[in-house]
Structure formats: C-alpha cells, structure tokens
C-alpha cells in the first residue's frame, strides 16, 4: 500500500466538520444583515417622507398629513405622516420584518425637535 494515494477518513470528516461550522456562522451573519436592512429601509422611507412633506410645504405653504405604505419587492413598510403647521408632527416608520438589536421596531422623526428616534 506504499503507493496508495489519497485522503484518510479522519481529514475529509475534519474538513467537513469546519465547513460546516464556517456555513452556521455565514448563515447566522447574513440573516442579521438582512435585518439590518430591513431597518435601514423604513430609515430611508421616513427620511423621504419627510423630505417630501418639506417639498409639498414649500410649494403649499401647508403640510399633506395623509398616511401612506411604502413597499419595497416582498417588503411593505407603513409610513404615517402627522406633520403640521404649528410644527408640531411626526413622521413614524415601521415594518414587522425590521427588529432591531435593542428591541425598537419604529422609526419617528419629530417635527418639534427636528431627531430622528428609534422606539
């Protein structure tokens, strides 16, 4: 058997045994991301929001409070705007798939204080 060439069953079992440890950490980082993301994305409808209600007061000179559901593919983030002329509304942000590693799920900009808050 001098000649025999190959692996033994030790080094394939450990090679698979560290694939498959390497594929549980992959797999764990990449649905953490696509959390992530679900929360940038209702960060980003709230900012638009915003910037679109800034847009409508300046060619208004009033705030359009009306609720609207911004979706994204698969993906529908509720988006409801109360801003107002006494400046004192908000923008709120949420989507049932975005849940951040503190707990928050709603995304809210005031108009008081001009923050944006995750709550």
């Given at each position: 058997m001098r000649g025999a060439q190959g692996f033994t069953l030790i080094e394939l079992l450990v090679v698979i045994a560290i694939v498959g440890i390497l594929s549980v950490i992959g797999i764990y980082q990449f649905a953490a991301y696509k959390r992530?993301?679900?929360?940038?994305?209702?960060?980003?409808?709230?900012k638009n929001t915003v910037t679109a209600e800034e847009a409508y007061f300046t060619t208004y000179q009033a705030y359009g409070a009306t609720p609207s559901i911004t979706t994204h593919g698969s993906v529908a983030?509720?988006?409801?705007?109360?801003?107002?002329n006494a400046s004192t509304g908000t923008v709120v942000g949420n989507s049932t798939n975005c849940v951040?590693?503190?707990g928050t799920q709603t995304f809210t900009f005031d108009q008081a204080t001009g923050q944006y808050t995750w709550s």
């Open positions: 992530q993301t679900f929360c940038s994305s209702v960060e980003t409808d709230v983030n509720a988006i409801t705007s109360s801003m107002s951040r590693s503190d």
